[in-house]
């Protein structure tokens, strides 16, 4: 799933070429993607006709501003990809923005767990976006949990942004356990753990996120963390730091790759 960096690239990349904008129309091909909404044509009314005027990130979560005050999410979950002006139309596409300028964005998603909504205006997606957190807000978010620190990193509604790649990353970093327990750290290790996060996902953002599977840039290209990762998918090859073999656990549902070494 395209986490925080994969999804900063994307808007980094759409910004300087939809701002400004017109959504002429959405063509919405299959219902699923537009199921925040009553039908597929409440979400096309909702948008056709309105400007860009900014794209935002908040989470995993793509936000175009629109005139009028409305925003659009969309969020692509499992296996969503957008692609700016494809050359062909693929059978996964879900949805077209047809744009001014005759610029097309394409939501092609594969299973279909990826959606497309206008926000109420009270609208809360999750909890707030990792990197907008300073540290005491960070401390006061983690350190009361009892719960394992790599399920925390993954509940969206604590912190959002991080998934299973980053929360593997980050926790290297930390020099931390995946199955600590949240409220356990000390002040130096929170502290380790804090500057640790924000290091993996600017890197991250830097390299233009990790293409292990489905991610793509909307141009087509892969994001260049993969061949750096210290944890991530990395089970039974030696640690960068100290030689040791990396683990792969299950946590509920979830793999997590650790050092046993260096990983208190
Ligand atoms: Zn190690």
């Not at 299959?30 to 009553?38: D, E, L, N, P, S």
């Not at 502290?191 to 953002?205: D, E, G, N, T, W």
């Not at 087509?220 to 991530?232: F, L, P, Q, S, V």
């Not at 998918?233 to 656990?249: F, H, S, V």
Request: net charge positive; hydrophobic share 35%.
């Amino acid at each position: 799933m395209p986490e925080l960096p994969e999804v900063e690239t994307i808007v980094r990349f759409l910004r300087p070429k939809i701002r400004g904008k017109r959504i002429l129309s959405m063509e919405i091909r299959g219902r699923r993607v537009a199921r925040g909404h009553k039908n597929p044509q409440e979400l096309n009314r909702a948008v056709a006709g309105r400007k860009i005027s900014e794209v935002n990130r908040t989470g995993k979560n793509i936000i175009l501003e629109l005139s009028g005050g409305a925003r659009l999410a969309i969020h692509l979950m499992m296996t969503g990809r957008l692609f700016w002006n494809p050359k062909e139309k693929q059978i996964h596409d879900r949805l077209v923005l047809k744009l001014s300028g005759g610029n097309d964005l394409v939501f092609n998603d594969i299973r279909q767990f990826g959606w497309c909504r206008v926000l109420k205006p009270s609208g809360k997606l999750a909890g707030p976006d990792v990197l907008s957190l300073g540290f005491n807000e960070f401390k006061s978010l983690v350190s009361p949990r009892p719960a394992l620190i790599k399920n925390l990193l993954l509940n969206q509604k604590v912190i959002s942004g991080i998934g299973n790649i980053y929360s593997d990353e980050i926790l290297w970093y930390a020099c931390l356990r995946p199955t600590r327990r949240a409220n356990t750290f000390s002040g130096r290790e929170l502290k380790k753990f804090y500057q640790a996060m924000r290091h993996v996902l600017l890197l991250a953002i830097k390299k233009e996120g990790t293409s292990s599977r489905d991610y793509r840039k909307p141009d087509g290209t892969e994001g260049g963390y993969y061949k750096i990762r210290k944890a991530y998918q990395r089970a039974g090859k030696q640690c960068l730091r100290d030689g040791a073999t990396i683990k792969r656990i299950k946590i509920g549902s979830r793999s997590a790759h650790f050092c046993p070494k260096h990983q208190k």
